[in-house]
């Protein structure tokens, strides 16, 4: 099956600045690739996510890029601001079955001011 | 459309007791998935459903855990007899065919077993 390692587990950065969450994937057949995000005491929403055909994606202050050669994928927020503040989950999808998604462990972001 | 929609939202109970949690996916998506969230383990994907069929269970921990989708717009997980380590948030989530991947997640059931 997939398996899906995320870093860093915890993130502190300072509000303005930029924030990079970093994924690895194993399954090579995997062609979709979305982050969540998950407020305190909140359900996991989608914020972005990318397919195999492209190289990255950006929607305002944050993008995703991926390399299908390493079969790493990445989370780039930029201006980081205080409703940053939350976990964010990678996932990628068992070959075959392309809405069985496997989630990375977290990563907890904290924006301070 | 209310989204996914769970119920109870949190549920406290005592070792052995049967614990039954449900879900009402969002119409039209035929794609049901339940998953359990610890600090431990993270997001856990238990099973899921394709037009109301189990599709893999692989994820289940234990025969004590169940799950039924008896129609397009009900689901439930169940757990007979409930143990302290089953403690969690348990959550649906459903996508349809023209979701375009998003996978839509209800709002949890927070368990407690005491």
């Known amino acids: 099956g997939e398996n899906v390692e995320q870093h860093p587990s915890t993130l502190s950065v300072q509000e303005g600045d930029s924030a990079v969450i970093k994924c690895t994937y194993s399954?090579?057949?995997?062609?979709?690739f979305p982050w969540y995000k998950q407020e305190l005491g909140k359900r996991p929403q989608l914020i972005i996510d990318?397919?195999?055909?492209?190289g990255e994606k950006k929607d305002q202050r944050i993008a995703v890029t991926l390399n299908k050669t390493a079969k790493h994928f990445s989370l780039h927020i930029t201006e980081t601001q205080p409703e940053d503040s939350a976990v964010y989950f990678c996932?990628?999808?068992?070959?075959?079955?392309?809405?069985?998604?496997?989630f990375g462990t977290g990563t907890r972001l904290q924006v301070t001011l | 459309d209310a989204g996914v929609i769970q119920s109870p939202r949190h549920e406290v109970t005592e070792m052995g007791q049967e614990v039954t949690l449900r879900c009402k996916p969002i119409s039209g998506h035929n794609s049901l998935f339940w998953y359990r969230q610890t600090m431990m383990r993270g997001l856990e994907l238990l099973i899921y459903f394709n037009n109301n069929v189990p599709i893999d269970d692989s994820g289940m921990p234990e025969d004590r855990f169940s799950a039924k989708m008896p129609n397009a717009s009900f689901s439930t997980l169940k757990i007979q007899p409930s143990e302290p380590r089953d403690s969690a948030v348990y959550f649906c989530?459903?996508?349809?065919?023209?979701?375009?991947?998003?996978?839509?997640f209800g709002e949890g059931s927070r368990l407690t077993v005491l």
């Open positions: 989530a459903s996508i349809g065919t023209g979701s375009a991947g998003e996978l839509f």
């Open positions: 399954d090579s057949a995997s062609n979709y």
């Open positions: 990318i397919r195999s055909n492209v």
């Open positions: 996932a990628a999808p068992l070959t075959g079955t392309a809405s069985k998604l496997t």
